[in-house]
T-cell receptor, first 111, second 112 residues
Framework: ELKVEQNPLFLSMQEGKNYTIYCNYSTTSDRLYWYRQDPGKSLESLFVLLSNGAVKQEGRLMASLDTKARLSTLHITAAVHDLSATYFCAVDQLRTDKLIFGTGTRLQVFP | DTAVSQTPKYLVTQMGNDKSIKCEQNLGHDTMYWYKQDSKKFLKIMFSYNNKELIINETVPNRFSPKSPDKAHLNLHINSLELGDSAVYFC???????????FGPGTRLTVL
């Protein structure tokens, strides 16, 4: 059964700093998604990664996928307070549209 | 111009009651889903429907019954509610075989 793990679970970082969130998954997949969730809100799609070596960037966030290592990273550059949220990765199990979500990383950016 | 909508947003009820949550999408998608997010924020898929046909049916108590009257709607009916059913339930939709699943605003269910 596909398992998806994220680390860290909680990340407190200062504005202006860089950091990376890691998403590991246990079985072969080439479709990985990153979502953002603000407290009490819905999930907002950030990135869709559909092949090995895929890299996508939006503002201060950059996501990449290494299907051989079964690893995706979400890199945060020069963090700002507005990035404070919980970030989830999700893996599509065998292209079934069945998303298996990671545990989430709660990011808190402070001045 | 809401894409995926759910009603109600909040639902507070007693154990043993039966309740329904409704979901509608106006994105023209052919696949809809129900997810459950527990108190630890863990998200787990429950069901998915494609063109009114049940595709994914996870290990969910049979007290939970999804119904899709048409491909734009997917409702969730829950019988004999239990304390452990308290959670946030999210509806989502996508076009089959393509990428992003779009999530609704969620329904926070509290069972007393």
């Amino acid at each position: 059964e596909l398992k998806v793990e994220q680390n860290p679970l909680f990340l407190s970082m200062q504005e202006g700093k860089n950091y990376t969130i890691y998403c590991n998954y246990s079985t072969t997949s080439d479709r990985l998604y990153w979502y953002r969730q603000d407290p009490g809100k819905s999930l907002e799609s950030l990135f869709v990664l559909l092949s090995n070596g895929a890299v996508k960037q939006e503002g201060r966030l950059m996501a990449s996928l290494d299907t051989k290592a079964r690893l995706s990273t979400l890199h945060i550059t020069a963090a700002v307070h507005d990035l404070s949220a919980t970030y989830f990765c999700a893996v599509d199990q065998l292209r079934t549209d069945k998303l298996i979500f990671g545990t989430g990383t709660r990011l808190q950016v402070f001045p | 111009d809401t894409a995926v909508s759910q009603t109600p947003k909040y639902l507070v009820t007693q154990m043993g009651n039966d309740k329904s949550i409704k979901c509608e999408q106006n994105l023209g998608h052919d696949t809809m889903y129900w997810y459950k997010q527990d108190s630890k924020k863990f998200l787990k898929i429950m069901f998915s429907y494609n063109n009114k046909e049940l595709i994914i049916n996870e290990t969910v108590p049979n007290r939970f019954s999804p119904k899709s009257p048409d491909k734009a709607h997917l409702n969730l009916h829950i019988n004999s509610l239990e304390l452990g059913d308290s959670a946030v339930y999210f509806c989502a939709s996508s076009s089959q075989g393509t990428d992003t699943q779009y999530f609704g605003p969620g329904t926070r269910l509290t069972v007393l």
